[in-house]
């Protein structure tokens, strides 16, 4: 696989923090920055976008340097409306999608770099514009964009009952 040092450590802090939350996901239908879960996915997804910076398959800055640096921006911005806002307000609904936003983008480059490096030797799909790394996708933003709606209207409902 060719993986260096730095990338190694990346790709398992970036695992982590995906199966964080996926767990959080399971447990609370979002990505809760108040538990264990969600502190994982935060810190994690938080190392996986730094030290992205300093990998390069290509040499220099390229989209996948950009979309660390966005994916860093939602989960520090998520962290802040969480930290500053408590309770259920307004501010959860923007927390959640840039969560869920920040969880999407991870994926992207997840899916490319393990279907055209997994299984070694075979690989899923031969590049970036292989269909199976497409449809992938596809069924992620699908999946996001269900899981938003879900996410909206169970924290209208909270909020709703909050405020009775």
């Known amino acids: 696989m060719g993986l260096s040092n730095l990338g190694i450590f990346h790709t398992v802090i970036g695992v982590l923090a995906i199966v964080a939350a996926i767990v959080s996901y399971i447990k609370y239908s979002k990505i809760n920055l108040d ?22 398959k290509h040499g220099g800055f390229n ?41 999407l983008l991870s994926w992207l480059p997840t899916v490319n770099e393990t279907f055209t490096r997994i ?9 970036p514009s292989d269909p199976i790394i497409g449809k992938t996708l596809l069924v992620l933003l699908v999946l996001f964009i269900v899981g938003s709606i879900f996410q909206f209207l169970k924290q209208k409902k909270i909020n709703i009952s909050t405020n009775q």
């Not at 264990?36 to 390069?56: C, M, N, P, R, V």
């Not at 989960?75 to 609904?93: C, D, Q």
């Not at 299984?119 to 590049?127: E, K, R, T, V, Y």
């Open 119 to 127: 299984p070694i030797g075979h690989p899923l799909a031969n590049g």
């Open 63 to 103: 989209p996948g340097h950009a979309f660390s640096i966005l994916i860093a921006i939602l989960v520090a911005v998520a962290y802040f409306l969480h930290s500053r806002k408590k309770g259920n307000n307004r501010s959860r609904y923007f927390e959640n999608f840039f969560l869920s936003f920040s969880f």
């Open 35 to 56: 538990e264990l879960s969600g502190k994982i996915y935060f810190y994690g997804t938080i190392i996986t976008a730094l030290t992205a910076l300093g990998i390069s």
